[in-house]
């Protein structure tokens, strides 16, 4: 029996190339059961006219089946599904009735009640999108990138990448992070003293599970990074939220009974104020007083195209009191989720230990893939093109607000991706990012940034990473008369 | 001034190209402030007699360096780092003195003082290694999973993989999943229900944090995967271990006030005993009474060589009870880290949250990739050419193992990867294991899977995975002969 060549069609949306989606169908087909062993398959010359492609494609297709045992060819008659090919599902899935379980006993505890900030996922639609922290493809070194990962997955390279190293890192990746990225920011670290976590919110999270729990306070910035508030949330430590003023977080309003300060101190998180030197030391000055750990989050220190960046707080702590985190999230892409922290041996050995029971490590292929794209110097090819085009999309920004009279509340001194926005004090800008969605405008609320109950609710912050200059000023022009009409 | 050819050195394990050797070690000449602007470089010539290589290796790495600004040529006078080069380092790191931190006050817990069992970083010079869970390269789809990592870093996929989802999975592997894999073992869920996790480390994690915590009580097998000691005793939670039978798990012993059970039915861990089907009834039976909810881990399902593999717990499961952990760490790789978890939505709605809160989500890439390679059918391939392979050895085993009368304790009704072994009760098989290692023998002692303090220590676990059909009879001998000498 014959399978029929209607029973073939491509998706409109199919992804890959026309060959590799003919191989998926009868592959698919095969495995759902809806192919039987012995069944012929349409002739290519069939297939390729039913569908429009050339006959070579559905050779190609076939001939890669057969020499996967999914098809067998007998001679000029033409091919059939294999003896060999694997066998459907034997079960029926029956739907199960009715649950019985009670959740609200079976859970031990709730995560999924937390007050979030959530992006659009058609962001890319919108023609104003000042969005923060996603990729922009036009400026992203694909073609490197695709080499370096073809290379990581090299004959050379696969025992290293597909081995259970338990809780061990890529040292290639290690390596380059402590001779090349951290003396950038004035750290020196042993590889024991280093860990790769999967982004930032990875590194955050080990710290606020090792360093904190119930009876131990954190002092966090406030207004701050929002997935910080549900994380320590979470951790059942006692959490106070500090307000920052233009120098950042003030070292004096610091509570006596302090167990771990949580900074943003070269480029506040969301209002982009730099922590001056000065201020800098009083912050481990108070810390050493208190005999409190501090946990540095220095996102973004590559996009310093306005002026050279600070040395991180890390690079003044004498007693081991900081906490390093960094993340290529900003500088690569967020879906790359690679990170890393810089701390004591002492501390460094328990993060590793934890990570291990939630996940053992990274995966492999993205850490090498990594340390090719740094060692080969992509990475800082990448960062001058991206602070290049960041600095003129700025420029732009600055003059757009500066003809419609918007109030800028935080603008980074050394460069960033984003400026920090204050609305009239009337202005819900929540409110205000709905309305402007309808003319295909994105704007984030500042509110969800904030801890104070009394959260002011006039604030927002406008990405510049994924908008082109050219659509800035018309973008800004249509923020200024959506605040005039509230 | 011209920078000395003799500065240049190949690495003997370098690895890649000799084109990108070349070109990483300029790069890091330049990021690590050795080579400074306005330098020349060697002429290829030179260099490429200084190292050996060919006039237009050297030539393409400098058009490469010259392409990314790192490098500047000047009509025929040669090579120079370029002005806009990247600028090194400017803070000279400064080693802390000494460190003045309390860490027994400052860590509010401790992750790393756990009992594992580690395995030899070195188990490829092994001649006999009778290793579990680790990939066999000869056995892998190198070349097809290397297309599909090419195919994934694809310009049409590069949005899908870059972008921070937040808490999102790949669409395309959660469908294949949903409508391939599982209901081969007789599942049948919807998206909703089913979460991607980093390998199944990870979703046993899960479980743990959200089903368990203070005063609540879990059940394992005992013997059971080590790592799950560990994870449980980090949970707080109060822990029985029960002894297993030729059928498993005695529904009879969990105790009666046990909130979770943790189970491998199907294949269990270590003794590989499969739970019949009355006993599976009478176990969900149990846990109704109990109000009591199954993590069920499925673990080498797939490695059924020997005959069909029952269909999962979870697919008697009418009361949303049970959780499903699959992996595909043992059929494609560890390193690679994925896995997945089914159950209800209430369920997987915090497993979701919380996996967000840790780090948000799997890579976007490793996830497209697998994605493909299961839907192109490459993954079934691989998965009957392991079979096939594995058959071969599991019987060698059995003929080796009879011939030199060693016994027995658990062997896969339906086939696996690993046999679980009883030397005498005078023997330790950590001394054991340590006595073979001098041979080149590399087994592993049974005693971390047992949580009873009276824990056994005469079993051993051989995996055949890793080791050739050949080295298998030698193998088996000389540890026989090590037991007959203990």
Not at 71 to 99: F, H, I, M, Q, W
Not at 374 to 383: C, K, R, T, V
Request: hydrophobic letters at 40%.
């Amino acid at each position: 029996m014959g399978i029929s060549v209607d029973t073939f069609f491509l998706k409109p949306d199919g992804q890959g190339t026309l060959q590799a989606q003919i191989q998926q169908m009868i592959a698919e087909g095969i495995l759902s059961g809806r192919f039987h062993v012995g069944e012929k398959l349409p002739s290519s010359r069939k297939l390729a006219a039913h569908l429009g492609v050339s006959r070579i494609t559905v050779t190609l297709a076939y001939t890669e089946l057969l020499a996967n045992d999914y098809l067998t060819a007998r001679g000029r008659s033409g091919y059939y599904v294999s003896e060999n090919a694997p066998v459907p599902p034997k079960y029926t899935p029956v739907r199960r009735s009715t649950e019985t379980v009670d959740w609200d006993r079976a859970l031990a505890r709730r995560f999924s009640d937390g007050d979030v900030l959530t992006k659009p996922q058609d962001w890319r639609d919108y023609r104003y999108p000042f969005i923060y922290g996603q990729p922009d493809r036009t400026l992203f070194d694909h073609a490197n990138w695709r080499l370096c990962a073809v290379r990581a997955l090299g004959h050379k390279d696969f025992d290293s990448l597909t081995g259970d190293y338990v809780d061990q890192d890529d040292p290639l990746l290690v390596e380059f992070i402590a001779r090349h990225t951290l003396p950038r920011r004035g750290i020196a670290a042993r590889p024991e003293e280093i860990l790769i976590t999967l982004g930032a919110q990875n590194a955050l999270w080990l710290t606020s599970r090792i360093l904190l729990g119930h009876g131990r306070k954190a002092a966090i910035e406030d207004p701050s990074y929002y997935a910080l508030h549900e994380l320590l949330r979470c951790s059942d430590a006692t959490m106070t939220a500090l307000r920052v003023d233009q120098d950042g977080l003030p070292p004096d309003a610091i509570p006596d009974d302090t167990d771990v300060i949580y900074t943003t101190p070269s480029h506040q998180c969301p209002t982009t104020a730099t922590m001056p030197v000065a201020r800098r030391h009083d912050l481990l000055e108070r810390a050493r007083a208190l005999d409190a750990m501090i946990v540095e989050d220095d996102y973004e220190f590559e996009m310093a195209f306005l002026g050279a960046p600070s040395p991180a707080l890390k690079s003044l702590d004498r007693d081991g009191r900081v906490i390093y985190v960094g993340s290529f999230s900003k500088s690569l892409f967020p879906g790359l989720r690679l990170g890393y922290m810089v701390g004591s041996e002492a501390f460094i050995r328990e993060a590793r230990a934890l990570r291990s029971l939630v996940f053992r490590h990274p995966p492999g292929h993205i850490q090498r893939t990594a340390a090719y794209f740094l060692s080969l110097g992509h990475y800082d090819a990448q960062i001058r093109r991206m602070s290049k085009a960041l600095l003129q999309r700025r420029q732009t920004m600055e003059e757009a607000i500066e003809r419609h009279g918007l109030t800028v509340a935080g603008r980074g001194v050394f460069g960033g991706s984003s400026m920090w926005m204050r609305a009239p004090d009337h202005v819900d800008t929540a409110e205000l990012a709905r309305q402007l969605q309808k003319q295909g405008v994105h704007i984030e609320p500042g509110a969800p940034f904030f801890s104070d109950p009394h959260r002011p609710r006039n604030f927002y912050r406008l990405g510049y990473s994924s908008i082109s200059s050219d659509r800035i000023p018309d973008g800004i022009a249509r923020i200024a008369e959506a605040i005039q009409a509230s």
